[in-house]
Protein backbone atom coordinates (compact mmCIF):
# COMPACT_ATOMS: atom_id res chain seq x y z
CA UNK A 1 0.00 0.00 0.00
CA UNK A 2 1.31 3.24 -0.78
CA UNK A 3 1.76 6.50 1.74
CA UNK A 4 -0.76 8.12 0.16
CA UNK A 5 -3.35 5.60 0.91
CA UNK A 6 -2.37 5.54 4.81
CA UNK A 7 -5.49 5.70 6.56
CA UNK A 8 -6.00 7.12 10.34
CA UNK A 9 -7.96 6.04 13.35
CA UNK A 10 -8.29 8.54 15.64
CA UNK A 11 -9.85 7.72 19.46
CA UNK A 12 -10.49 10.90 21.49
CA UNK A 13 -12.79 9.04 23.43
CA UNK A 14 -11.74 8.09 26.83
CA UNK A 15 -7.91 8.20 25.83
CA UNK A 16 -6.15 9.75 22.95
CA UNK A 17 -4.69 7.41 20.29
CA UNK A 18 -3.78 7.15 16.69
CA UNK A 19 -3.37 3.96 14.46
CA UNK A 20 -1.77 3.90 10.66
CA UNK A 21 -3.13 1.36 8.61
CA UNK A 22 -3.97 -0.82 12.04
CA UNK A 23 -0.44 0.20 13.16
CA UNK A 24 0.09 2.66 16.76
CA UNK A 25 1.37 5.64 15.86
CA UNK A 26 3.20 6.65 19.33
CA UNK A 27 4.17 10.54 19.14
CA UNK A 28 5.03 11.99 22.48
CA UNK A 29 4.36 10.56 26.17
CA UNK A 30 3.06 13.66 26.79
CA UNK A 31 0.17 15.12 24.85
CA UNK A 32 -0.32 18.27 26.68
CA UNK A 33 2.35 20.01 25.07
CA UNK A 34 1.99 22.98 22.25
CA UNK A 35 2.44 20.81 19.78
CA UNK A 36 0.44 17.87 20.68
CA UNK A 37 -2.75 20.31 21.94
CA UNK A 38 -2.28 21.33 18.60
CA UNK A 39 -2.74 18.00 16.54
CA UNK A 40 -5.81 17.29 18.65
CA UNK A 41 -7.18 20.48 17.66
CA UNK A 42 -6.77 20.27 14.27
CA UNK A 43 -7.68 16.40 14.20
CA UNK A 44 -11.02 16.76 15.69
CA UNK A 45 -11.97 20.14 13.37
CA UNK A 46 -11.04 17.67 10.51
CA UNK A 47 -11.03 19.48 6.86
CA UNK A 48 -12.87 22.69 7.44
CA UNK A 49 -9.85 22.88 9.75
CA UNK A 50 -9.58 26.58 12.39
CA UNK A 51 -8.65 30.13 11.62
CA UNK A 52 -5.08 31.33 12.78
CA UNK A 53 -6.69 33.66 15.27
CA UNK A 54 -8.98 31.10 17.13
CA UNK A 55 -5.67 29.02 17.38
CA UNK A 56 -3.47 31.35 19.01
CA UNK A 57 -6.13 31.94 21.23
CA UNK A 58 -6.44 28.45 22.03
CA UNK A 59 -2.51 27.83 22.30
CA UNK A 60 -1.39 31.09 23.63
CA UNK A 61 -4.67 33.04 25.28
CA UNK A 62 -2.84 32.41 29.07
CA UNK A 63 0.53 32.83 28.02
CA UNK A 64 2.65 35.91 28.73
CA UNK A 65 4.44 35.60 25.12
CA UNK A 66 5.34 39.10 23.33
CA UNK A 67 4.94 36.90 20.04
CA UNK A 68 2.05 34.78 19.71
CA UNK A 69 2.11 34.40 15.94
CA UNK A 70 6.29 33.52 15.55
CA UNK A 71 5.40 30.83 19.12
CA UNK A 72 2.66 29.40 16.44
CA UNK A 73 5.13 29.26 13.32
CA UNK A 74 7.49 27.04 16.09
CA UNK A 75 4.95 24.86 17.28
CA UNK A 76 3.22 24.09 14.04
CA UNK A 77 7.25 23.68 12.95
CA UNK A 78 7.59 20.86 16.04
CA UNK A 79 4.35 19.24 15.24
CA UNK A 80 5.36 18.35 11.60
CA UNK A 81 8.77 17.29 12.36
CA UNK A 82 7.23 14.98 15.17
CA UNK A 83 4.76 13.65 12.09
CA UNK A 84 7.90 12.90 10.16
CA UNK A 85 10.04 10.95 12.72
CA UNK A 86 7.66 8.69 13.15
CA UNK A 87 7.65 7.15 9.70
CA UNK A 88 4.24 9.59 8.50
CA UNK A 89 4.85 10.49 4.46
CA UNK A 90 5.16 14.12 3.77
CA UNK A 91 1.76 14.24 2.77
CA UNK A 92 0.26 13.65 6.21
CA UNK A 93 1.28 17.03 7.89
CA UNK A 94 -0.57 20.44 8.61
CA UNK A 95 -1.10 22.71 5.48
CA UNK A 96 -2.21 26.44 5.23
CA UNK A 97 -4.50 28.45 3.47
CA UNK A 98 -5.65 31.90 3.86
CA UNK A 99 -4.55 31.77 7.43
CA UNK A 100 -6.50 28.90 8.60
CA UNK A 101 -4.60 25.54 9.43
CA UNK A 102 -5.74 21.78 9.08
CA UNK A 103 -4.60 18.62 9.30
CA UNK A 104 -4.47 16.11 5.93
CA UNK A 105 -4.26 12.47 5.27
CA UNK A 106 -4.81 11.62 1.59
CA UNK A 107 -6.28 8.53 3.31
CA UNK A 108 -8.60 9.66 5.19
CA UNK A 109 -9.12 10.41 8.82
CA UNK A 110 -11.70 8.78 10.93
CA UNK A 111 -12.46 9.81 14.60
CA UNK A 112 -14.36 7.80 17.08
CA UNK A 113 -16.52 10.96 17.73
CA UNK A 114 -17.31 11.60 14.57
CA UNK A 115 -18.65 7.89 14.39
CA UNK A 116 -20.50 8.39 17.57
CA UNK A 117 -22.35 11.29 16.15
CA UNK A 118 -22.88 9.85 13.10
CA UNK A 119 -24.74 6.20 15.12
CA UNK A 120 -26.70 8.56 17.18
CA UNK A 121 -28.02 10.62 14.23
CA UNK A 122 -28.87 7.23 12.26
CA UNK A 123 -30.79 5.76 15.37
CA UNK A 124 -32.69 9.32 15.91
CA UNK A 125 -33.52 9.31 11.93
CA UNK A 126 -34.35 5.15 11.88
CA UNK A 127 -38.31 4.34 11.97
CA UNK A 128 -36.95 0.40 12.95
CA UNK A 129 -36.63 -0.49 16.22
CA UNK A 130 -34.48 -3.27 15.94
CA UNK A 131 -32.12 -0.94 13.41
CA UNK A 132 -32.21 2.12 16.04
CA UNK A 133 -31.30 -0.54 18.78
CA UNK A 134 -28.17 -1.73 16.94
CA UNK A 135 -27.06 1.81 15.95
CA UNK A 136 -27.31 2.54 19.71
CA UNK A 137 -25.61 0.07 20.90
CA UNK A 138 -22.52 0.83 18.59
CA UNK A 139 -22.49 4.23 19.69
CA UNK A 140 -22.84 3.03 23.23
CA UNK A 141 -19.63 0.72 22.95
CA UNK A 142 -17.68 3.33 21.15
CA UNK A 143 -17.51 5.74 24.81
CA UNK A 144 -15.17 5.02 26.63
CA UNK A 145 -14.87 8.10 28.86
CA UNK A 146 -14.92 11.99 28.49
CA UNK A 147 -13.75 13.65 25.66
CA UNK A 148 -9.68 13.89 25.99
CA UNK A 149 -9.63 13.68 29.17
CA UNK A 150 -5.79 14.62 30.11
CA UNK A 151 -7.02 18.37 28.52
CA UNK A 152 -9.86 18.66 30.85
CA UNK A 153 -8.55 22.17 31.74
CA UNK A 154 -8.81 23.42 28.76
CA UNK A 155 -12.14 25.58 27.49
CA UNK A 156 -12.41 23.72 24.10
CA UNK A 157 -12.55 20.49 25.52
CA UNK A 158 -14.52 20.98 29.00
CA UNK A 159 -17.06 22.39 26.45
CA UNK A 160 -16.92 19.25 23.66
CA UNK A 161 -16.70 16.89 26.83
CA UNK A 162 -19.81 18.17 28.33
CA UNK A 163 -21.77 17.88 24.88
CA UNK A 164 -20.80 14.42 24.63
CA UNK A 165 -21.17 12.93 28.14
CA UNK A 166 -24.76 14.23 27.67
CA UNK A 167 -25.13 12.70 24.35
CA UNK A 168 -23.77 9.15 25.87
CA UNK A 169 -26.31 9.66 28.83
CA UNK A 170 -29.12 10.07 26.61
CA UNK A 171 -28.11 7.00 24.35
CA UNK A 172 -28.15 4.58 27.56
CA UNK A 173 -31.81 6.51 28.76
CA UNK A 174 -32.90 5.53 25.11
CA UNK A 175 -31.18 1.86 25.39
CA UNK A 176 -32.78 1.28 28.81
CA UNK A 177 -36.36 1.87 27.39
CA UNK A 178 -35.70 -0.08 24.61
CA UNK A 179 -33.77 -2.77 25.68
CA UNK A 180 -36.49 -2.46 29.06
CA UNK A 181 -39.31 -2.99 26.97
CA UNK A 182 -37.69 -6.33 25.09
CA UNK A 183 -36.82 -7.67 28.56
CA UNK A 184 -33.01 -7.70 27.38
CA UNK A 185 -31.84 -7.35 31.23
CA UNK A 186 -28.49 -8.73 31.05
CA UNK A 187 -27.43 -6.41 28.17
CA UNK A 188 -29.01 -3.27 29.64
CA UNK A 189 -26.81 -4.51 32.86
CA UNK A 190 -23.82 -4.47 31.33
CA UNK A 191 -24.26 -1.02 29.69
CA UNK A 192 -25.25 0.52 32.81
CA UNK A 193 -22.21 -0.90 34.49
CA UNK A 194 -20.19 0.46 32.11
CA UNK A 195 -21.98 3.68 32.00
CA UNK A 196 -21.74 3.76 36.31
CA UNK A 197 -18.15 2.93 35.55
CA UNK A 198 -17.27 5.97 33.94
CA UNK A 199 -19.46 8.33 35.63
CA UNK A 200 -20.74 7.69 39.11
CA UNK A 201 -24.45 9.34 38.93
CA UNK A 202 -27.14 7.30 41.05
CA UNK A 203 -28.94 6.80 38.21
CA UNK A 204 -26.26 4.06 36.60
CA UNK A 205 -26.85 2.46 40.14
CA UNK A 206 -30.39 2.19 40.21
CA UNK A 207 -30.24 1.01 36.58
CA UNK A 208 -27.85 -1.57 37.21
CA UNK A 209 -30.29 -2.64 40.72
CA UNK A 210 -33.46 -3.02 38.46
CA UNK A 211 -31.76 -5.01 35.93
CA UNK A 212 -30.62 -7.40 38.46
CA UNK A 213 -34.27 -7.45 40.32
CA UNK A 214 -35.58 -8.60 36.70
CA UNK A 215 -33.01 -11.26 36.97
CA UNK A 216 -33.74 -12.05 40.16
CA UNK A 217 -30.43 -11.57 41.66
CA UNK A 218 -31.42 -10.02 44.72
CA UNK A 219 -28.35 -10.13 46.95
CA UNK A 220 -25.66 -8.60 44.16
CA UNK A 221 -28.82 -6.35 43.99
CA UNK A 222 -28.17 -5.37 46.91
CA UNK A 223 -24.60 -5.32 46.55
CA UNK A 224 -24.69 -2.57 44.47
CA UNK A 225 -26.69 -0.60 46.88
CA UNK A 226 -24.23 -0.92 48.84
CA UNK A 227 -21.36 0.27 46.61
CA UNK A 228 -23.50 3.19 45.75
CA UNK A 229 -24.10 4.35 49.39
CA UNK A 230 -20.56 4.10 50.31
CA UNK A 231 -19.58 6.13 46.76
CA UNK A 232 -21.63 8.93 47.73
CA UNK A 233 -20.65 9.03 51.86
CA UNK A 234 -16.80 8.81 50.87
CA UNK A 235 -16.79 10.58 47.38
CA UNK A 236 -19.58 13.21 47.45
CA UNK A 237 -20.28 13.61 51.14
CA UNK A 238 -23.94 13.14 49.95
CA UNK A 239 -26.99 11.49 50.94
CA UNK A 240 -28.93 8.93 49.09
CA UNK A 241 -31.72 10.00 46.66
CA UNK A 242 -35.58 9.12 46.65
CA UNK A 243 -35.23 7.10 43.89
CA UNK A 244 -32.13 5.02 45.63
CA UNK A 245 -34.17 3.97 48.96
CA UNK A 246 -36.96 3.13 46.94
CA UNK A 247 -34.61 0.37 45.08
CA UNK A 248 -33.41 -0.75 48.86
CA UNK A 249 -36.61 -0.59 50.00
CA UNK A 250 -38.00 -2.87 46.82
CA UNK A 251 -35.41 -5.19 47.41
CA UNK A 252 -36.76 -5.53 51.12
CA UNK A 253 -39.22 -7.09 49.63
CA UNK A 254 -38.37 -9.22 46.93
CA UNK A 255 -36.70 -12.31 46.38
CA UNK A 256 -36.77 -15.38 48.85
CA UNK A 257 -36.32 -13.84 52.17
CA UNK A 258 -39.54 -13.84 53.21
CA UNK A 259 -39.79 -17.63 53.14
CA UNK A 260 -36.49 -17.97 55.11
CA UNK A 261 -36.93 -19.55 58.93
CA UNK A 262 -35.57 -16.96 61.91
CA UNK A 263 -32.90 -19.10 62.32
CA UNK A 264 -31.71 -18.70 58.57
CA UNK A 265 -32.91 -14.04 59.33
CA UNK A 266 -30.87 -14.04 62.49
CA UNK A 267 -27.27 -16.42 61.10
CA UNK A 268 -28.00 -13.35 58.48
CA UNK A 269 -28.02 -10.43 61.00
CA UNK A 270 -24.87 -11.75 62.72
CA UNK A 271 -21.45 -10.62 61.97
CA UNK A 272 -19.77 -12.49 59.70
CA UNK A 273 -16.39 -12.15 62.20
CA UNK A 274 -16.31 -11.24 65.70
CA UNK A 275 -14.13 -8.52 65.38
CA UNK A 276 -12.25 -6.56 67.62
CA UNK A 277 -12.52 -2.94 68.63
CA UNK A 278 -15.92 -0.47 67.33
CA UNK A 279 -18.53 -1.32 65.26
CA UNK A 280 -17.68 0.29 61.72
CA UNK A 281 -20.93 1.31 59.63
CA UNK A 282 -21.85 3.05 56.63
CA UNK A 283 -23.19 6.79 56.81
CA UNK A 284 -26.68 5.59 56.75
CA UNK A 285 -26.64 3.12 58.96
CA UNK A 286 -24.98 5.15 61.85
CA UNK A 287 -27.71 7.30 61.73
CA UNK A 288 -30.07 5.19 62.33
CA UNK A 289 -28.18 3.61 65.06
CA UNK A 290 -27.40 6.93 66.74
CA UNK A 291 -31.98 7.87 66.76
CA UNK A 292 -32.14 4.05 68.55
CA UNK A 293 -29.89 5.11 71.03
CA UNK A 294 -30.99 8.64 71.89
CA UNK A 295 -34.69 6.51 72.76
CA UNK A 296 -33.16 3.67 74.67
CA UNK A 297 -30.91 6.78 76.61
CA UNK A 298 -34.12 8.51 77.12
CA UNK A 299 -35.79 5.07 78.78
CA UNK A 300 -32.56 4.11 80.48
CA UNK A 301 -31.33 7.10 81.83
CA UNK A 302 -27.72 6.13 80.26
CA UNK A 303 -25.63 8.75 78.96
CA UNK A 304 -24.01 9.01 75.42
CA UNK A 305 -21.74 10.94 73.77
CA UNK A 306 -20.90 11.57 69.88
CA UNK A 307 -17.44 12.40 68.89
CA UNK A 308 -16.60 14.64 65.63
CA UNK A 309 -13.46 13.96 64.55
CA UNK A 310 -12.06 15.93 61.41
CA UNK A 311 -8.02 16.25 59.62
CA UNK A 312 -6.81 19.67 59.89
CA UNK A 313 -2.93 20.89 58.72
CA UNK A 314 -0.43 21.65 61.25
CA UNK A 315 -2.19 25.06 61.66
CA UNK A 316 -5.43 23.55 62.73
CA UNK A 317 -6.96 24.88 58.88
CA UNK A 318 -9.52 22.31 57.50
CA UNK A 319 -7.68 20.01 55.44
CA UNK A 320 -7.77 20.56 51.27
CA UNK A 321 -5.19 18.71 49.64
CA UNK A 322 -7.02 15.36 48.55
CA UNK A 323 -3.50 13.52 49.11
CA UNK A 324 -2.70 13.85 52.10
CA UNK A 325 -6.75 13.45 53.05
CA UNK A 326 -6.10 9.67 51.50
CA UNK A 327 -3.45 9.03 53.37
CA UNK A 328 -4.29 10.26 56.50
CA UNK A 329 -7.99 9.39 56.82
CA UNK A 330 -7.50 5.23 56.92
CA UNK A 331 -4.68 6.01 59.51
CA UNK A 332 -7.10 7.89 61.57
CA UNK A 333 -9.82 4.97 61.22
CA UNK A 334 -7.54 2.43 62.03
CA UNK A 335 -6.98 4.71 65.69
CA UNK A 336 -10.89 4.79 66.18
CA UNK A 337 -11.21 1.40 65.90
CA UNK A 338 -8.63 0.06 67.68
CA UNK A 339 -9.72 2.60 70.59
CA UNK A 340 -12.78 2.08 71.21
CA UNK A 341 -14.72 -1.02 72.75
CA UNK A 342 -17.18 -3.44 70.72
CA UNK A 343 -20.35 -2.14 71.92
CA UNK A 344 -19.28 1.64 70.30
CA UNK A 345 -20.35 2.90 66.84
CA UNK A 346 -18.50 5.12 64.55
CA UNK A 347 -18.82 6.34 60.73
CA UNK A 348 -17.06 7.99 57.96
CA UNK A 349 -18.67 11.15 57.09
CA UNK A 350 -17.27 12.38 53.68
CA UNK A 351 -13.47 12.04 53.09
CA UNK A 352 -12.38 13.56 56.11
CA UNK A 353 -14.50 13.43 59.00
CA UNK A 354 -15.38 10.55 61.23
CA UNK A 355 -18.47 10.45 63.95
CA UNK A 356 -17.68 8.14 66.78
CA UNK A 357 -20.77 7.13 69.39
CA UNK A 358 -19.63 6.33 72.90
CA UNK A 359 -22.31 4.57 74.83
CA UNK A 360 -22.76 4.28 78.70
CA UNK A 361 -20.19 6.29 79.83
CA UNK A 362 -19.55 9.90 81.45
CA UNK A 363 -17.52 12.92 80.06
CA UNK A 364 -14.45 12.24 82.00
CA UNK A 365 -14.21 8.88 79.89
CA UNK A 366 -15.04 10.31 76.74
CA UNK A 367 -11.42 12.45 77.34
CA UNK A 368 -9.95 9.41 77.98
CA UNK A 369 -10.83 7.72 75.02
CA UNK A 370 -9.71 10.67 72.98
CA UNK A 371 -6.44 10.67 74.60
CA UNK A 372 -5.99 6.70 73.68
CA UNK A 373 -7.41 7.69 69.92
CA UNK A 374 -5.02 10.72 68.99
CA UNK A 375 -1.92 8.98 71.05
CA UNK A 376 -2.71 5.66 68.34
CA UNK A 377 -2.98 8.20 65.51
CA UNK A 378 0.27 10.42 66.66
CA UNK A 379 2.35 6.61 66.48
CA UNK A 380 1.15 6.36 62.69
CA UNK A 381 0.64 9.81 61.87
CA UNK A 382 0.50 10.91 58.34
CA UNK A 383 2.92 13.26 57.50
CA UNK A 384 1.72 17.39 57.81
CA UNK A 385 -2.19 16.34 59.28
CA UNK A 386 -3.13 16.63 62.59
CA UNK A 387 -6.89 15.67 63.98
CA UNK A 388 -9.71 17.58 65.45
CA UNK A 389 -12.38 16.85 67.55
CA UNK A 390 -15.21 17.98 69.43
CA UNK A 391 -17.56 16.67 71.73
CA UNK A 392 -21.14 16.23 72.10
CA UNK A 393 -23.94 14.79 74.35
CA UNK A 394 -26.01 12.42 72.26
CA UNK A 395 -29.55 13.04 71.99
CA UNK A 396 -29.01 17.07 72.50
CA UNK A 397 -30.34 18.69 68.91
CA UNK A 398 -27.83 21.68 69.80
CA UNK A 399 -24.96 20.50 68.85
CA UNK A 400 -22.03 22.46 70.12
CA UNK A 401 -18.84 22.31 68.50
CA UNK A 402 -16.99 24.81 70.56
CA UNK A 403 -15.99 21.76 72.87
CA UNK A 404 -13.11 20.92 71.14
CA UNK A 405 -9.47 19.49 71.57
CA UNK A 406 -6.21 19.49 68.99
CA UNK A 407 -3.73 17.45 68.71
CA UNK A 408 -1.25 18.99 66.13
CA UNK A 409 1.30 17.35 63.92
CA UNK A 410 3.92 18.93 65.39
CA UNK A 411 3.36 17.38 68.72
CA UNK A 412 5.00 14.80 67.14
CA UNK A 413 8.57 15.87 67.28
CA UNK A 414 10.78 15.01 70.16
Not at 29 to 46: C, P
Not at 302 to 316: F, G, H, K, P, V
Not at 372 to 397: F, M, N, P, T
Amino acid sequence: MSDSAKVMRVNMLGEFSIYCNGEPIRLENNYSTKAMKALQLLLYRGEQGILRDSLLDTLFSGDSTSDPVNNLKVTLSNLRRLLAKVGLPPEVTVQSHNKRYSFVCPGGIDLDVWEFERLLGKAAASEHEEERREYLLQAADLYKGDFLPHLSGEDWVLVTAAKYRQQYFGCVQDLAALLGRREEWERLYAIATHAAALHHLEEWQCLRIDCLMKLEQYRKAKEVYDQAVRELEEDFVAKPSAELVKRFQMLSLAGDEKRETVTQLTNQLQEETRGRGAYYCSYPSFIDVYRMCCRMIERSGQSAYLLLYWLTDSRNNTLEDNQKIAAAAPKLRSAIQQSLRRGDAFTQHGRDRFLVLLIGTNRENCELVHRRIAQRYKEDAAWGVSIAHALHIAGDSTLDFQDGRFWRASDSTP
